[in-house]
């Protein structure tokens, strides 16, 4: 269990932050950047979740979790991925249980026939900001992960949420009925 006493330290006032093996790093680094990110995503989503109401918003409440998870995830640095009582990594299973969800949430759905505009209804597009940010945290993970070790069931994680979140604001978009689809070049 966790608990903050105290939300101010000063130790980061000299422009690192600490990391879950007691080792410190600066609050620029590629580490820093991707756990930052992962937050963002993480309260982009909560954004989100205030206008949800019934089994979406448990799921929601569910992957806020999985998040702060991935976040303790990429706070420990080192290339052994196995989850212990002391070191909070995550797992395939949490990917699994998205891929469901996804899966689920699919077969309501038409296919698409065309890319979708980000929007259709308020909650569709605060799910997408969420899709947007989320993919923000992807690509600074996979940047963390061509310089130092990143477990792959996190990078598995935060891809597969970044789908669940545009299928999940394609059902909110009235299972897809107000989704504005893309015309390309219909500008010109």
Excluded at 177 to 188: A, E, I, L, Y
Aim: one cysteine or more; a negative charge.
């Amino acid at each position: 269990m966790v608990k903050l006493n105290k939300i101010y330290t000063r130790t980061g006032d000299d422009g690192t932050t600490g990391l879950v093996d007691g080792s410190r790093c600066p609050k620029y680094a590629a580490r820093i950047h991707a756990m930052g990110t992962v937050d963002e995503a993480n309260s982009a989503i909560g954004l989100a979740a205030t206008k949800m109401a019934g089994a979406p918003g448990a799921e929601i409440t569910r992957i806020q979790n999985d998040l702060f998870d991935l976040g303790a995830d990429l706070a420990t640095p080192g290339d052994d991925f196995t989850p212990s009582d002391m070191v909070l990594r995550m797992v395939a299973s949490q990917t699994e249980w998205l891929e469901q969800r996804i899966d689920a949430l699919n077969e309501k759905l038409q296919p698409l026939t065309s890319f979708i505009l980000p929007g259709g209804s308020e909650l569709a597009a605060r799910l997408h900001i969420a899709r947007a940010v989320t993919r923000a945290a992807e690509r600074a993970m996979v940047a963390l992960a061509a310089q130092d070790a990143v477990n792959p069931a996190a990078l598995s994680y935060i891809n597969r949420l970044s789908d669940y979140l545009f299928v999940l604001a394609r059902v909110v978009n009235d299972n897809g009925r107000m989704d504005v689809k893309w015309v390309p070049g219909q500008n010109r």
